[in-house]
């Protein structure tokens, strides 16, 4: 196991503070294995550090094959983005992928005005793929822009809760469940926090941090959005 660590991530004390337990992942952890001093960190060899995180480099459908049939099996890019931690912050609920099939059939299917299975990445990333029922909400359109006002309208209609005299009602708000790309994908625990900002319920708000790479490493269904 390699003892150093690539100098770009040594900043990360710097970005994100000593205190924050996220930091961990870029600055690494000592320990001690059978006698023996080992650095754990993400071994990110420097040729991955510029890997473009967008449609075509994640999600390509690339299919790998081993010992097992070549449907059998999948590869990702496994070392980009920023592993989440597994809770947000109290009172959010992170949920697996039997809830969000649970869900999806008991809620979306028996509530829809009350319920919403929301994808809260990009456009061309939800057009490309998401899981069946979802909504498109952008984490960058949770925050009303002047430029764009219409943008966040639409999002306080999905969501079901308005503005009135300069506040935020939030009492009809719908139960929302936010997902990404994965558990290395800020986008959803960007928009999350967000709402949390404005006063949005924390008990309406759960949180699948597996995302898209979980749901096909497990070989569930999605759908393609036509742009």
Not at 14 to 34: D, I, R
Not at 40 to 58: F, G, K, L, M, T
Not at 61 to 84: D, H, I
Not at 163 to 171: L, N, V
Request: charged share 20%.
């Amino acid at each position: 196991m390699r003892q150093s660590m690539i100098p770009f991530f040594m900043i990360a004390t710097l970005l994100f503070g000593a205190e924050n337990p996220m930091v961990l992942q870029f600055t690494g952890v000592k320990t001690n294995h059978q006698d023996q001093e080992v650095w754990i960190h993400r071994d990110i060899p420097a040729s991955c550090i510029n890997v473009v995180i967008d449609v075509q480099s994640i999600f390509s459908g690339e299919y790998a094959a081993k010992n097992v049939p070549q449907e059998c099996q999948k590869s990702f890019v496994t070392v980009v983005g920023k592993a989440q931690p597994m809770m947000i912050e109290e009172g959010i609920k992170t949920v697996g992928e039997v809830e969000v099939l649970a869900f999806i059939k008991n809620k979306l299917g028996q509530f829809p005005y009350d319920y919403i299975l929301v994808d809260s990445r990009k456009k061309d990333w939800f057009e490309q793929m998401t899981i069946p029922s979802s909504v498109n909400i952008p984490y960058d359109e949770i925050e009303y822009d002047d430029k764009s006002p219409e943008d966040f309208e639409r999002v306080m209609k999905l969501l079901n809760f308005q503005k009135i005299g300069g506040k935020y009602d939030f009492s009809h708000a719908k139960t929302a469940l936010f997902f990404c790309n994965g558990a290395w994908c800020v986008q959803s625990s960007n928009a999350i926090q967000k709402l949390i900002k404005m006063g949005y319920p924390k008990e309406k708000l759960l949180w699948y941090r597996g995302g898209l790479q979980d749901w096909l490493l497990f070989g569930f269904s999605v759908v393609k959005n036509s742009k």
